[in-house]
Structures are given as structure tokens and as C-alpha cells.
């Protein structure tokens, strides 16, 4: 559904102002998870277990609990009875098993016990007298292995209706789509290729720990501080596992130090609450990096079977793929998102594919930009390169030809609205990068990526002030600039200086409800509500107007910050600015505000094409990417440079997945690398620049064009990487990552 | 457990306070001094957000003790500006958006008005590998780069 | 945890000789803060020995060796300016480990002390023939580099024995000495394979070299066989082959998360022959 307003001449989207916040942000002054203070606060601790699966036959804390510096010891038993079901219908259970273990411990650092004490270090010396017997069962942390006849079951019931009769319990949910006739299509191809590709886990490595400041009393009122991407999910959250009223607990986002994802629910938070519950005062729970990488969402790990036929002309006839994604000791695992998004940037007449959502004993993932998605596309566009090499065919006129574009059905059902697809291969084509020569042992890469994009259930409320300066009140927190871009839609509407607007991340007792800042929705779906509210106090400065002036309210306009006389009263009045309007509004009305409420659903996919060229080193198998540019569909940028950081740093995260990035776990079951010294996440003197193009084709569902820009630049950076690095070694790396030892190997073997 | 009793000198304030042994001198920072600028995001000396000088020189302090701060002069973020004068680093952070979240940012502006005093010419290469030990998630350091760049051009032409 | 900073060494190894329980010596701690942090290592007893006179003195005697307080910085040897001049791979292997952060704090002794096999500055200071002073109950005695780890995280030292001074021998002419790694990104890595060449050269030959590995075995290695490779050639591609083919050949690694067994021994020979030839260059004058 187009709107028929959409505005497309802008005076102040589309510029470069200075980040409200960014004055708190390079003076030390903001005030992240781990920064706050609470009067007579304790601090807490979590135990973990050392096992990936095994029965918890006792625990015996009374020798932490005699200490006088410990307030308080949780268990189990501390949080609320919460129903189980299946599949992802029992999502609070789901949380609750992996904040606090219950019968079983499913991963090597699932939660046990946790204590609250006078400091950090007795609540750490506690934490060693608390007594745990387990029995240690047998586990499985490989997918294609959790999946076969005698893996160890993690939990029986927890599949879903999806899932189809015979299929191991660990296989929880199913997905099957496509449409077309997939076998008549490969009939027709001149070439077909098939290929198994394998990703490992990676963690969305966000630099500030998980961390929270909790006060529960036992009348059941609380409030929360915390770090997370969405208070109203940690509140509905937390209360349910509390057996508290959701209204009842206030909870107010700290500034977020990255999340990418992997703070879109709780971990810490409800047991922070539950031991503050029954200390009776304020406990603080900070998560140090082990406890992030072993008990916080990684993404998924992926095991892809892929069949593509293709014409020698480049066209493709049919394509399939089977996707089968582990998301640790939870159901989960996007393999339906990752299924769905795999040929989505193809118009195929035949296409099938198949997504399993498996159960292993790790972690359980959590959302990581565009989950799912990075490592379908890993699969089919390397498959894709395969073909254009075997061909002789141009990887971007092959694009083309196959792309989709608005009218396409896309490979997961619904038909295209207006995309810009094909407009980023264009932009590709046309970049100097592509045409360049490169050295010797150098190779490129291509590949396009898709993602969904979201918009979700959003609210924003806005009030002006005497002085006619507004202050904004959104519900999604700030994770990279969005307070600015905020201002500047509603400075577009408002026409009141971009400086004179404030924008604040209202906590759960300010504001409705609104989503997590995910699925790229902020800018879309809080910017929409911001323009939509504006508009709505638009509406009444208008009223104002109208009635000093005596004239229907239908005759005044608003224009560059003023209610101006229309029609045939045209002239009759001076424009009226929007500061004069405020200044006596206590007398003409009461305070103008406006708000929105709503789950915009206009959200519009994004495409993106990458550009890479990697060198590597025959006698050591190490990697440099040496040129990288991003191309993708922005809709409009709002506020154009947190766009480009957006796209750099999709790339540079899929940079550091495609190349080194992995969870490591050993024969016992235990996370081997839960530093950043042995996780390793790209740093400084890793990467060159990384070259961006916004390509923008107007989203038809919102009012400026906007299309969410943060997941899709993840897409495309493990498929066009694999693809530069098979071209510039000769031979196809159907591994993630692609450390040195693999390309050495896979050398070794060609 | 008996505390040890520390007197240092923090952005040119001195200070005392007590400590645990096994207090580090990021934990006194934040915890007892109310500096939380500096942020702990691994402990282990891998990501840098901890970064402060030491007599001068630029260190992780989570790898240092607090009771080693003894007679030390320490700079923090909560330092860099000149009263109400941001340091151009911090000018240039802000115009480049080289920062997203901004929670590596206290640690890399700390690192970077280190690398420019020590050198005020680098290469891009040299700036990347002097900050090489300051992790960021959200930037792939391309902005961060082109402002510590521009500002020790800027510092330069000033000089 | 007790923490104590003596103001001498013999004040230092009777504090340790009469200490219960785990006793560390502190530093620059990079390795000892981290291991308490993730509670590896809590020690009973920390043993600062910063506060010592002299541990930060760089000093170049008379006879041209070298003598390093075991408190020097990477920073403060990177930063003198003659150091680096006679013993670039010394320096450069220092330099490699951690941070611009770390090096703020990290040691030549620290790095020795902890034990690892992949500590970068241990395969260098062999192949320079380092020597350590140690002081302990029983007095002053000198080890070299290359007999104090005994095996991960184990060295030789003697409960009291605390490493008082790192002593580099002089330079003297036509020598070089080079240090390179291998880790998977460009800095923060453990090095997965390691190698340490000194040689020096007559004319075009190369009459004395030591060649040092690390991260191949439960300690660094002195491989005299490397270094019989490449001695009386002029390093021509001969020599390179047999140089690589010895290294490889001396490798005793592991399959871990950093690397296997099979690149490690593989890398072991490419790097032995990058890292002569750098030494090679170096001896002759020769930038490199």
C-alpha cells in the first residue's frame, strides 16, 4: 500500500547533523548497564555449570548462605511456575530453563545458583561454597550430529506441530516452501550444481557485557535498569518469570553498548530481581566476557545442502536447498528464516526449500542481524559463483538477469513491492571497484543479500514546549545514532530546528509498549510513529491558528514551521510560527502533544550487492581483504552517515564471521575459546577502509521512503568473502570460517 | 579480608581510596571513584575499553592493580577535555559518527590522543595498528580512522 | 591474597621463601591479573617487584651486552633507541605481544616467567642467546633462556628464585637476529607457530646461527638442527629448503583451537625460512 503522502523533497532528512548523545558519549558521561548506583545495592554472582548436559541430583548453598557478607541465594525454586509447551509457543519457559537451569543443565555455563552479597568479590568467593552434584549425561553440540538416531535427547516435546512424524526430538521445528516444479526445472538446466556448506556459531560480540540493576520488593513492585534492546520485552519477560503484574515493574533502558541482536531478551536480568526480591534490597548483576560468550546468544550454526540448475545463458531454472540450523538446548533456530531468505533475491519459476530448527547442547541463540540469512546466502551465492565460473558468465550480469524485482514472486510466497535490487547490481556494475585490475593472488567476490526487514508494535509521543522547542519520546533504544535521525523526521514535520528537539528513550512507565530495536525497525517503524506524532501536534498548532484567526481549521496549513492561512484566506494573516503558537498555549487550549500507536506493517525489504577482493597467502593459508564496498537500498537516508556505519559495520561483522570467528567446543562439551583473545572478532589493522553506496528506492509503505539498514549489510559479507577468497585460492571453501588452516588444507587437497 | 590504603593522583585530582588486593585499578575507578567512563568489556586486556595512562603511558587497567596506582598520575576519558573545551578528538569522533554505541569510545580516545601525542604524523596503517588492541563491534573502524586521521592534521596546522 | 613490593630482591625471595601457598611475583602482570581475574590462579601471595630500583633500567655495558631490569616495559624497549638497533628481532618479538595497551605493561621476564610455549619473546631471546639472573635463597646464579620453561605454565625456578636481571649478549659485527609468527588476524593473536634466527655472517656465510620455535612443542625450542641447515651456506635456496624441512621436522605440536597439527608443522618451515631470510638481510646491513 503506497501512501499517498509520501514526501520526497526534504530540508532537513537527508543532512548530517551531530548525534544529540554524542557529547555524553566521548566525555565518559553516559550512563551504559553497568554504570548505575543504587542505595544500599548489593552485587551478585551467577554459578554455572561446567557440564553441557547433566542432571542436577543436589545443590547445597548453605555454606555461601552462612557468610555474613552474603544477602541472599537463588535457585530454581525462586522463580515462578511457568507453563511448558512446545516449539516456540512456551518461549517464556524457554527463557526461564535458560536463565536458571532446573532439572537438567543443557550447555557448558547454563545458570545454577546465584548469589547476592556486599561486593563483587564476596559475592565471587561465595559462589566457590556452593555445593553442586550433578550427573553428567551424554551430549551432542553438532548439528548434522544432534540430529541422527542415537543423539542424546535434550528435551522430549519440545517440537512443535511443524515437525514432521520419525524425525529425531531434537528436530523442534520445520519449515517447507517454494513454489513451481523444482525436478522439471533441473531438467531444463544446462549445468547444475550441487554443494554442502557448513557455518560454525558466532557470537554478535557486542563490547558491553550484559549487566543490570534490579529492586524487587515483596509487594511485588520493581524497577529494572538494564542494557537491552527492549525494555518492554525485559518487562513482560521478567514479571512472567516473577509472577509479578508486567505494570508493576518499571524498567528503563541504559545507554546500549551494542547488541546487534543478542539483547532482544533476558539472561541476567529476572535473576537479578529474584535475588533483590529476597534480600529486600537493590542488586546489581554484571556478566563478565566468559559468561557472554558461554551463556549468551550466539547465532546458530548451519549445516546447507544446495542444488542450483542454471542456462548457459545465465538463467536459472531451479534452485533448492536444505537448511538445518542448531540454536543450542532451546527451540529457535531461524532454520525458517534462513530457508526463506536464501533465493529471496531471485525471480525462479521453480524453487523448494527446506529449514530444520535443531537442538544441541549449547547455548541458546539469540537473534544476530538478519538471523538466519547470512548463512543461506553463504550457501546459494557461492553455489551461484560455482555456476558463473563454470559458465564463463559475469557474476553481476548473471544477477541481473535472475534478479527479482517489483511484481517477482518471491521464493517465500508474497509478491514484490517496489524494490531497489536491481538498482544495487547496477550500482555494482558501474563502481570503479569492479572494473579494477587486481594483483596476482588476489580474487574477487560477489553477492547479493536479502533481509525482511520489521516493523512491530511501536509508540511515540511528542510535547511541545512553551519555548516551541519539542521533545521526543520514543521506546527503542539508541544502538546507533537513531535519537538523531528521530530529530530529524520530526524537525521535517515540525519545521522547527533540528538542535531544538530533544529525543529521550522513555522508560515502560512513560511510554506504550514498543518492540525491541530489531529487525532493522527502528528508523522504519519509531520513525514513522515520530512523523505520525509530529504530524498529530501538527494538526493542533493548526486548530490554534484557526481559532485566532477565526477560520475553519481546513483553511490552515502548515508550512516551514508555521500555520499559514490556505485557501481563501490566503494572505489574510501573517504566518504564525510555531514558537508563538506554544508560548500562550496554557491559555488557547492546554499543552500540545502529539502520539502514535500502531504496528506499521509497511516495513519493506532490503537488498544489498558486496564487492571484495582478498589476497591469500599460498603458504600459510591467511586471508587480507584488501578492498571491500558495500551496495544496498537504504529507501531514504534519513541521516546519511549512520547509514554508511550501519553498512560498514555489517560488513566488517561478516568480515570477521566469514575469516575467523567461531565457537569453539571441545570433546567434553566445553566452550574452548570464551575470550576475545581466542574469539576473534576483526580488529583495526584487520580491515581496510570499506567503501559504501546508498542506493535509494522509496519505500512505498512509509512517508519518507524509509527501508530498516541494519541487518541486511551481514548478508552478503560471508558469501562474497568465500567467493573472493575460492577465486583468489582456485579452490571452493565450503567452510566458515575460513581460518588458515582450512584454506591450507583445502590447498593441500586441490 | 584487611584493605590497603591507596593515594593517587586522577586527572590531576588526587584521590585516596581502599582496596582489596585483587581489586584491579578499573574497579577502583569506577567503583570507588565514581569514574565509570572507563568501561570493562572483556578484563582480559583484549578489548581496550578500559584504557588509561599510567605516568604517561597508555595501559588497560584492568590489568593493572588498584594498589599498583599508588603515587601514579592517571588520565581517563573524564580528563580529555579542557573544562567545557572538547579535545579535537572528541570533536572529530561526534562529526564522523566514528562512534555508534560509544561504548569502546572512552578507551579509543584515551588510546588515540595517546597515539597522536607520541606521534603526531601516523600513517593510517600505524593508527590502525596503535589501536589495534581497542576492539569495536559497531564501526568496522573506518569512521574512527578518518577522524583520528583528520584531527592530527587538524593538530598539525594548529601547531 | 597478601600483596607485598619489596624494595630488593633478596627482600623479594625471602618473602616468597616464606610464603604458604600459591605466591606469584607481579610484573607487569598482564599475564598474572588476567589468570586471577578468571580465577586460574589466585595467588595467597603477590610479590610486586616493580618497586626494586633499577627494574626499569635499559642499560648497554661496557663489553656492548645488554642489561635489561626485569621490569622494562615492551614500551620502554621499543621506545630506547639503540636497543632495537643491535637487537631488532629481540625488540620486535617483545613488541608483538598484545596491545599498544599491553605493551604498556608486559616484560621480557613476565612473558618468560608464565611459561607459556607460544610466548613470542622467548623464541627471540633464545635464538639471541639471552641469559637470566636469579636471585634466590642460595645467591645470584645466571640460566639461560632456554633451560627455564620446563614445560606449560612450569619453569625452572626453584621455590625463593625470582629473576633479578635479563642479560643480551653484545651484538658484535655481521650478526642479525629476526622474530616472526603466525596468527590468524594482523595483532591480539597467541602466536600459533613462532620462530627465532640469529646468525652472523663472513662475508656472504653464515658461520654461527641458533634457530628457536615456539608454539610447536610443550616448550620453545633451540633446533640445532635448523641451525646446522643454514650454517657455512649462504643461505641460497638449498639451505632454505633444509632449514624448512629441519624446523618442520623439530615440531612436537598440538590440535587446538589455535591451530593443528598438520599447520603448525607446515608453518613452521615457511616462517623458519621468512624469518633467516630477515635475519640474513639484517646481518649484511641490509634493510629489512
Known amino acids: 500500500m503506497a501512501l499517498d503522502d509520501q514526501k520526497s523533497i526534504f530540508t532537513f532528512v537527508g543532512t548530517r547533523p551531530d548525534r544529540p548523545d554524542g557529547l555524553d558519549k566521548v566525555t565518559g558521561r553516559a550512563r551504559f548497564g553497568a554504570d548505575a548506583h543504587a542505595p544500599g545495592m548489593l552485587h551478585g554472582a551467577i554459578l554455572r555449570s561446567p557440564h553441557a548436559h547433566a542432571r542436577i541430583v543436589k545443590i547445597d548453598a548453605s555454606k555461601a548462605e552462612a557468610l555474613k557478607d552474603v544477602k541472599a541465594v537463588v535457585t530454581r525454586a525462586d522463580f515462578a511456575e511457568v507453563p511448558f509447551e512446545p516449539g516456540l509457543e512456551g518461549e517464556f519457559w524457554n527463557v526461564?530453563?535458560?536463565?536458571?537451569?532446573?532439572?537438567?543443565?543443557?550447555?557448558?555455563?547454563?545458570?545454577?545458583?546465584?548469589?547476592?552479597?556486599?561486593?563483587?568479590?564476596?559475592?565471587?568467593?561465595?559462589?566457590?561454597?556452593?555445593?553442586?552434584?550433578?550427573?553428567?549425561?551424554?551430549?551432542?553440540?553438532?548439528?548434522?550430529?544432534?540430529?541422527?538416531?542415537?543423539?542424546?535427547?535434550?528435551?522430549?516435546?519440545?517440537?512443535?506441530?511443524?515437525?514432521?512424524?520419525?524425525?529425531?526430538?531434537?528436530?523442534?521445528?520445520?519449515?517447507?516452501?517454494?513454489?513451481?516444479?523444482?525436478?522439471?526445472?533441473?531438467?531444463?538446466?544446462?549445468?547444475?550444481?550441487?554443494?554442502s556448506f557448513v557455518t560454525e556459531a558466532t557470537h554478535q560480540g557486542y563490547i558491553e557485557p550484559h549487566a543490570c540493576l534490579g529492586s524487587l520488593g515483596t509487594d511485588g513492585k520493581g524497577e529494572l535498569w538494564c542494557t537491552t534492546q527492549g525494555h518492554w520485552i525485559a518487562q513482560k519477560t521478567?514479571?512472567?518469570?516473577?509472577?509479578?503484574?508486567?505494570?508493576?515493574?518499571?524498567?528503563?533502558?541504559?545507554?546500549?553498548?551494542?547488541?546487534?541482536?543478542?539483547?532482544?531478551?533476558?539472561?541476567?536480568?529476572?535473576?537479578?530481581?529474584?535475588?533483590?526480591?529476597?534480600?529486600?534490597?537493590?542488586?546489581?548483576?554484571?556478566?563478565?566476557?566468559?559468561?557472554?560468550?558461554?551463556?549468551?546468544?550466539?547465532?546458530?550454526?548451519?549445516?546447507?545442502?544446495?542444488?542450483?540448475?542454471?542456462?548457459?545463458?545465465?538463467?536459472?531454472?531451479?534452485?533448492?536447498?536444505?537448511?538445518?540450523?542448531?540454536?543450542?538446548?532451546?527451540?529457535?533456530?531461524?532454520?525458517?528464516?534462513?530457508?526463506?531468505?536464501?533465493?529471496?533475491?531471485?525471480?525462479?519459476?521453480?524453487?523448494?526449500?527446506?529449514?530444520?530448527?535443531?537442538?544441541?547442547?549449547?547455548?541458546?541463540?539469540?537473534?544476530?542481524?538478519?538471523?538466519?540469512?547470512?548463512?543461506?546466502?553463504?550457501?546459494?551465492?557461492?553455489?551461484?559463483?560455482?555456476?558463473?565460473?563454470?559458465?564463463?558468465?559475469?557474476?553481476?550480469?548473471?544477477?541481473?538477469?535472475?534478479?527479482?524485482?517489483?511484481?517477482?514472486?518471491?521464493?517465500?510466497?508474497?509478491?514484490?513491492?517496489?524494490?531497489?535490487?536491481?538498482?544495487?547490481?547496477?550500482?555494482?556494475?558501474?563502481?570503479?571497484?569492479?572494473?579494477?585490475?587486481?594483483?596476482?593472488?588476489?580474487?574477487?567476490?560477489?553477492?547479493?543479500?536479502?533481509?525482511?526487514?520489521?516493523?512491530?508494535?511501536?509508540?511515540?509521543?511528542?510535547?511541545?514546549?512553551?519555548?516551541?522547542?519539542?521533545?521526543?519520546?520514543?521506546?527503542?533504544?539508541?544502538?546507533?545514532?537513531s535519537r538523531a535521525s528521530m530529530a530529524l523526521m520530526a524537525?521535517?514535520?515540525?519545521?522547527?530546528?533540528?538542535?531544538?528537539?530533544?529525543?529521550?528513550?522513555?522508560?515502560?512507565?512513560?511510554?506504550?509498549?514498543?518492540?525491541?530495536?530489531?529487525?532493522?525497525?527502528?528508523?522504519?517503524?519509531?520513525?514513522?510513529?515520530?512523523?505520525?506524532?509530529?504530524?498529530?501536534?501538527?494538526?493542533?498548532?493548526?486548530?490554534?491558528?484557526?481559532?485566532?484567526?477565526?477560520?475553519?481549521?481546513?483553511?490552515?496549513?502548515?508550512?516551514?514551521?508555521?500555520?499559514?492561512?490556505?485557501?481563501?484566506?490566503?494572505?489574510?494573516?501573517?504566518?504564525?510560527?510555531?514558537?508563538?503558537?506554544?508560548?500562550?498555549?496554557?491559555?488557547?487550549?492546554?499543552?500540545?502533544?502529539?502520539?502514535?500507536?500502531?504496528?506499521?506493517?509497511?516495513?519493506?525489504?532490503?537488498f544489498g550487492t558486496h564487492i571484495v577482493d582478498a589476497e591469500v597467502d599460498p603458504e600459510t593459508g591467511k586471508t587480507s581483504v584488501t578492498r571491500y564496498t558495500v551496495i544496498q537500498d537504504a529507501g531514504k537516508a534519513i541521516h546519511p552517515t549512520y547509514v554508511e556505519g550501519q553498512y560498514q559495520g555489517g560488513a566488517a561483522q561478516g568480515i570477521g564471521w566469514a575469516l575467523n570467528e567461531e565457537y569453539i567446543y571441545g570433546e567434553d562439551g566445553r566452550l574452548q575459546n570464551s575470550i576475545f583473545l581466542d574469539y576473534r572478532i576483526p580488529v583495526a589493522s584487520d580491515l581496510p577502509m570499506i567503501d559504501t553506496v546508498i542506493v535509494e528506492v522509496p519505500n512505498p509503505g512509509h512517508p519518507f521512503g524509509v527501508r530498516g539498514v541494519g541487518e541486511t549489510g551481514i548478508v552478503p559479507p560471508l558469501a562474497a568473502i568465500a567467493n573472493a577468497v575460492s577465486n583468489a585460492a582456485g579452490v571452493r571453501m565450503r567452510q566458515l570460517p575460513m581460518s588458515p588452516p582450512r584454506i591450507l588444507a583445502a590447498l593441500k587437497d586441490k | 579480608m584487611s584493605k590497603l590504603h591507596v593515594t593517587t593522583t586522577v586527572n590531576g585530582d588526587e584521590v585516596e581510596y581502599l582496596c582489596d588486593p585483587r581489586e584491579t585499578l578499573l574497579d577502583c575507578l569506577r567503583d570507588k571513584l565514581n569514574l565509570t567512563g572507563a568501561k570493562e568489556g572483556c578484563g582480559t586486556g583484549d578489548c581496550g575499553a578500559c584504557s588509561v595512562t599510567v605516568d604517561g603511558r597508555l595501559v588497560c587497567s584492568c590489568l593493572m592493580l588498584g594498589v599498583e596506582a599508588e603515587g601514579k598520575q592517571i588520565e581517563t576519558v573524564e580528563g580529555i577535555a579542557d573544562g567545557d573545551v572538547l579535545h579535537p578528538l572528541q570533536k572529530k569522533f561526534i562529526e564522523y559518527a566514528a562512534l555508534q554505541c560509544g561504548i569502546c569510545t572512552p578507551g579509543i580516545l584515551v588510546a588515540a590522543k595517546s597515539l597522536l601525542e607520541k606521534n603526531p604524523d601516523p600513517t593510517e596503517e600505524e593508527a590502525r595498528y596503535w589501536l589495534a588492541g581497542n576492539l569495536c563491534r559497531c564501526t568496522g573502524y573506518d569512521k574512527i580512522i578518518r577522524a583520528v586521521m583528520d584531527t592530527a592534521a587538524e593538530l598539525r596546522e594548529a601547531s | 591474597m597478601d600483596y607485598h613490593s619489596p624494595a630488593s630482591f633478596a627482600e623479594a625471595s625471602a618473602l616468597a621463601i616464606n610464603a604458604t601457598g600459591i605466591t606469584r611475583f607481579l610484573a607487569g602482570g598482564t599475564d598474572v591479573l588476567v589468570q586471577l581475574r578468571s580465577e586460574l590462579v589466585t595467588p595467597d601471595t603477590l610479590i610486586d617487584i616493580k618497586k626494586i630500583n633499577g627494574v626499569h633500567d635499559i642499560t648497554r655495558n661496557s663489553d656492548g651486552s645488554w642489561t635489561l631490569g626485569v621490569a622494562a616495559t615492551g614500551a620502554e624497549m621499543s621506545d630506547h633507541p639503540e636497543l632495537g638497533l643491535d637487537w631488532p628481532g629481540v625488540v620486535e618479538a617483545m613488541d608483538l605481544i598484545g596491545s599498544t595497551q599491553v605493551q604498556g605493561r608486559a616484560?621480557?621476564?613476565?612473558?618468560?616467567?608464565?611459561?607459556?610455549?607460544?610466548?613470542?619473546?622467548?623464541?627471540?631471546?633464545?635464538?639471541?642467546?639471552?641469559?637470566?639472573?636469579?636471585?634466590?635463597?642460595?645467591?645470584?646464579?645466571?640460566?639461560?633462556?632456554?633451560?627455564?620453561?620446563?614445560?606449560?605454565?612450569?619453569?625452572?625456578?626453584?621455590?625463593?628464585?625470582?629473576?633479578?636481571?635479563?642479560?643480551?649478549?653484545?651484538?658484535?659485527?655481521?650478526?642479525?637476529?629476526?622474530?616472526?609468527?603466525?596468527?590468524?588476524?594482523?595483532?591480539?593473536?597467541?602466536?600459533?607457530?613462532?620462530?627465532?634466527?640469529?646468525?652472523?655472517l663472513d662475508g656472504d656465510t653464515i658461520t654461527e646461527a641458533r634457530v628457536s620455535l615456539g608454539a610447536v612443542a610443550p616448550t620453545v625450542l633451540l633446533v640445532d638442527d635448523a641451525a646446522r641447515a643454514i650454517i657455512g651456506t649462504t643461505l641460497d635456496d638449498a639451505a632454505l629448503d633444509a632449514l624448512a624441512a629441519a624446523a618442520s621436522g623439530a615440531c612436537n605440536p598440538i590440535d587446538d583451537k589455535r591451530g593443528t597439527i598438520a599447520f603448525r608443522t607446515e608453518v613452521a618451515g615457511v616462517l623458519a625460512k621468512r624469518t633467516a631470510k630477515i635475519a640474513y638481510a639484517r646481518a649484511k646491513g641490509e634493510q629489512a
Open chain 1, 96 to 195: 526461564l530453563e535458560n536463565v536458571m537451569a532446573g532439572e537438567k543443565t543443557l550447555y557448558d555455563g547454563h545458570a545454577v545458583a546465584a548469589v547476592a552479597a556486599t561486593s563483587a568479590l564476596a559475592a565471587r568467593d561465595a559462589l566457590k561454597l556452593i555445593e553442586v552434584e550433578y550427573e553428567v549425561l551424554p551430549h551432542v553440540t553438532d548439528v548434522d550430529k544432534a540430529m541422527e538416531a542415537d543423539a542424546p535427547v535434550i528435551r522430549e516435546g519440545a517440537a512443535d506441530y511443524s515437525v514432521p512424524e520419525g524425525m529425531h526430538p531434537n528436530v523442534v521445528r520445520y519449515h517447507e516452501s517454494g513454489h513451481g516444479d523444482v525436478e522439471a526445472g533441473f531438467a531444463e538446466a544446462d549445468l547444475v550444481v550441487e554443494d
Open chain 3, 107 to 200: 616484560t621480557l621476564t613476565g612473558n618468560l616467567c608464565n611459561g607459556s610455549p607460544a610466548a613470542d619473546s622467548v623464541p627471540a631471546m633464545v635464538a639471541a642467546g639471552v641469559t637470566v639472573t636469579i636471585t634466590g635463597p642460595e645467591g645470584v646464579r645466571d640460566m639461560a633462556v632456554e633451560d627455564i620453561p620446563t614445560g606449560p605454565g612450569k619453569t625452572a625456578l626453584a621455590k625463593g628464585e625470582v629473576i633479578s636481571a635479563i642479560n643480551i649478549p653484545a651484538r658484535g659485527e655481521n650478526g642479525g637476529d629476526a622474530y616472526l609468527r603466525f596468527i590468524p588476524r594482523t595483532e591480539m593473536d597467541i602466536a600459533v607457530v613462532g620462530v627465532g634466527v640469529n646468525l652472523r
Open chain 1, 238 to 481: 521478567c514479571a512472567a518469570l516473577l509472577g509479578i503484574e508486567t505494570s508493576q515493574l518499571r524498567v528503563t533502558a541504559s545507554e546500549i553498548g551494542g547488541g546487534f541482536g543478542g539483547k532482544t531478551t533476558v539472561f541476567i536480568e529476572p535473576v537479578a530481581l529474584a535475588l533483590s526480591r529476597k534480600a529486600n534490597r537493590p542488586v546489581k548483576l554484571v556478566m563478565n566476557r566468559s559468561e557472554v560468550f558461554r551463556a549468551t546468544g550466539p547465532t546458530s550454526s548451519a549445516s546447507m545442502d544446495i542444488k542450483i540448475g542454471m542456462k548457459k545463458d545465465g538463467t536459472i531454472t531451479a534452485a533448492e536447498g536444505t537448511f538445518r540450523l542448531q540454536g543450542g538446548a532451546f527451540p529457535g533456530a531461524p532454520g525458517d528464516m534462513t530457508a526463506m531468505c536464501a533465493f529471496a533475491p531471485y525471480n525462479l519459476t521453480n524453487v523448494r526449500q527446506v529449514g530444520y530448527d535443531v537442538m544441541a547442547n549449547r547455548p541458546k541463540q539469540a537473534a544476530y542481524r538478519a538471523p538466519g540469512a547470512p548463512m543461506g546466502a553463504f550457501a546459494v551465492e557461492s553455489v551461484l559463483d560455482e555456476l558463473c565460473n563454470q559458465l564463463g558468465l559475469d557474476p553481476v550480469d548473471m544477477r541481473l538477469k535472475n534478479a527479482a524485482a517489483e511484481g517477482s514472486k518471491a521464493s517465500y510466497g508474497p509478491t514484490y513491492e517496489r524494490i531497489g535490487l536491481v538498482e544495487t547490481l547496477e550500482a555494482a556494475k558501474a563502481h570503479p571497484h569492479y572494473s579494477a585490475p587486481l594483483k596476482p593472488g588476489q580474487g574477487r567476490g560477489i553477492s547479493c543479500g536479502f533481509w525482511f526487514n520489521h516493523g512491530g508494535e511501536t509508540s511515540v509521543s511528542l510535547a511541545l514546549s512553551e519555548d516551541g522547542s519539542a521533545q521526543v519520546m520514543v521506546g527503542t533504544p539508541d544502538i546507533g545514532g
Open chain 1, 491 to 606: 524537525a521535517e514535520i515540525l519545521g522547527i530546528p533540528y538542535e531544538n528537539i530533544r529525543v529521550t528513550i522513555a522508560d515502560t512507565a512513560s511510554l506504550g509498549y514498543n518492540d525491541v530495536s530489531h529487525g532493522s525497525r527502528v528508523t522504519y517503524a519509531s520513525g514513522l510513529a515520530t512523523i505520525k506524532a509530529a504530524k498529530h501536534a501538527v494538526e493542533k498548532l493548526c486548530e490554534r491558528a484557526a481559532a485566532k484567526w477565526g477560520i475553519p481549521v481546513d483553511a490552515v496549513k502548515w508550512e516551514n514551521g508555521c500555520a499559514v492561512p490556505s485557501g481563501p484566506n490566503a494572505g489574510d494573516f501573517d504566518p504564525l510560527p510555531l514558537a508563538d503558537i506554544t508560548a500562550d498555549m496554557g491559555a488557547t487550549g492546554g499543552p500540545i502533544s502529539g502520539h502514535f500507536e500502531a504496528t506499521p506493517e509497511g516495513a519493506g525489504v532490503s
